[in-house]
T-cell receptor
Framework: DGGITQSPKYLFRKEGQNVTLSCEQN?????MYWYRQDPGQGLRLIYY???????QKGDIAEGYSVSREKKESFPLTVTSAQKNPTAFYLC???????????????FGPGTRLTVL | GENVEQHPSTLSVQEGDSAVIKCTYS??????FPWYKQELGKRPQLIID?????GEKKDQRIAVTLNKTAKHFSLHITETQPEDSAVYFC????????????FGKGTTLSVSS
């Protein structure tokens, strides 16, 4: 299960506070992703990054922000603008061959965020 | 926006039976279709994937079929076992760049012995 890690496993925050979730990978993958998982909703894409210093919004980017200053790291900040931030957050990474085909995404263990 | 529909949402089978989960996608540029298995409290893990240049792929008891014309793909599990019980997600790549995925809402498979 090594290669992509997320910390912490559980996170509790008060309403109105910003919080940053960590995601690190040592797989030398170019692309990294953040998903939110809610019961019965599957995995919804928040942000993704194909190369350092570049990232794109997914379907539910509002209230979230990311940075990609290093290839190994893709932290996600949940801001106070996110209306319902309590959820399970999954980070993933994949190679980016530059060709037309998608590639397997490897997931981290997830962070469960609870906003009180 | 682009969408992936997955059916059924729950599926209960007896051990040894086959299970079929179906997905449809909307983005005609999608060319990569993975299936992930997520056990309770664990991260999703890839079980099989298919690219749009093939129509079928098998790996032991698991197979995936793809119909590009109908924008439809399916997961087939034969000789199901209790350890197959989990949530299964289908996904489709987004656009021609192909790296990002859009996921279905998942199917909870229960295999009873």
């Amino acid at each position: 299960d090594g290669g992509i890690t997320q910390s912490p496993k559980y996170l509790f925050r008060k309403e109105g506070q910003n919080v940053t979730l960590s995601c690190e990978q040592n797989l030398n993958h170019d692309a990294m992703y953040w998903y939110r998982q809610d019961p019965g909703q599957g995995l919804r894409l928040i942000y993704y990054s194909q190369i350092v210093n570049d990232f794109q919004k997914g379907d539910i980017a509002e209230g979230y922000s990311v940075s990609r200053e290093k290839k190994e790291s893709f932290p996600l900040t949940v801001t106070s603008a996110q209306k319902n931030p309590t959820a399970f957050y999954l980070c993933a990474s994949s190679i980016h061959s530059g060709g037309p085909w998608g590639n397997e995404q490897f997931f981290g263990p997830g962070t469960r965020l609870t906003v009180l | 926006g682009e969408n992936v529909e997955q059916h059924p949402s729950t599926l209960s089978v007896q051990e040894g039976d086959s299970a079929v989960i179906k997905c449809t996608y909307s983005d005609s540029a999608s060319n990569y279709f993975p299936w992930y298995k997520q056990e309770l409290g664990k991260r999703p893990q890839l079980i099989i994937d298919i690219r749009s240049n093939v129509g079928e792929k098998k790996d032991q008891r698991i197979a995936v079929t793809l119909n590009k014309t109908a924008k439809h793909f399916s997961l087939h599990i034969t000789e199901t076992q209790p350890e197959d019980s989990a949530v299964y997600f289908c996904a489709a790549s987004i656009g021609q760049a192909g790296t990002a995925l859009i996921f279905g809402k998942g199917t909870t498979l229960s295999v009873s012995s």
